[in-house]
């Protein structure tokens, strides 16, 4: 499999429950990103690593958000306490440091909040 | 105001159709462009990437950057009903490799 792959594709979970996504990039790539995008809007930029090195936050982050890529391979995001507004489509995509434009995104997550 | 503004459409075009979609933006500082189209439930493909001011060809897909006028155009050619999707376009400054601002999308309806 050459692509970006996501699991789980679909997650519904109660408020207040935790939950965590899992994103796998194409082999070769040592930056990885996450995005949210909501219904009729575009992706909205998270995080990203590069390695295993987590180099920039946004501020749409709050601290019930966390991510980790242990050993700079698959990558993991965190959901605590959730809430019916992140209920989204988690993207997590993945590229190469020294190519600035190949940047191929996974099918996502849909996480839904009841 | 968005530093990135798409009209949401929808855009309904028949099939053979040039499809004319279009993003401003306010940001100068924007060097990268990318449009990328997106089925329903699917993650964002890229379809175009440009980063100086001029056309850009690729089989039916031709993107145009206009860097005096923050405007930036993907015209797809012969339309088919497989080109019905939502595009996107994206666009990255220099020093925020990855961080892109994408617009809100336009859906565009190609029908048979």
């Known amino acids: 499999d050459t692509g970006v792959s996501q699991n789980p594709r679909h997650k519904i979970t109660k408020r207040g429950q935790n939950v965590t996504f899992r994103c796998d990039p194409i082999s070769e790539h040592n930056r990885l990103y996450w995005y949210r995008q909501t219904l009729g809007q575009g992706p909205e930029f998270l995080t990203y690593?590069?390695?295993?090195?987590?180099?920039?936050k946004s501020r749409l982050l709050s601290d019930r958000f966390s991510a980790e890529r242990p050993k700079g391979s698959f990558s993991t995001l965190e959901i605590q306490r959730t809430e019916q507004g992140d209920s989204a489509m988690y993207l997590c995509a993945s590229s190469l440091a020294a190519v600035n434009y190949g940047y191929t995104f996974g099918s996502g997550t849909r996480l839904t909040v009841v | 105001q968005k530093e990135v503004e798409q009209d949401p459409g929808p855009l309904s075009v028949p099939e053979g159709a040039i499809v004319s979609l279009n993003c401003t933006y306010s940001?100068?500082?924007?060097?990268?462009f990318m449009w990328y189209r997106q089925y329903s439930r699917k993650g964002p493909e890229l379809l175009m990437y440009t980063y100086s001011s001029g056309n850009k060809e690729d089989g039916r897909f031709t993107a145009q950057v206009d860097k005096s006028s923050k405007y930036i155009s993907l015209f797809i050619r012969d339309s088919q009903p497989s080109d019905s999707a939502t595009y996107l376009c994206a666009l990255m400054t220099t020093d925020s490799w990855g961080k892109f601002q994408f617009g809100a999308g336009t859906q565009v309806v190609v029908t048979p």
């Open positions: 690593f590069q390695n295993e090195a987590q180099l920039e």
């Open positions: 940001n100068s500082a924007f060097q990268y």
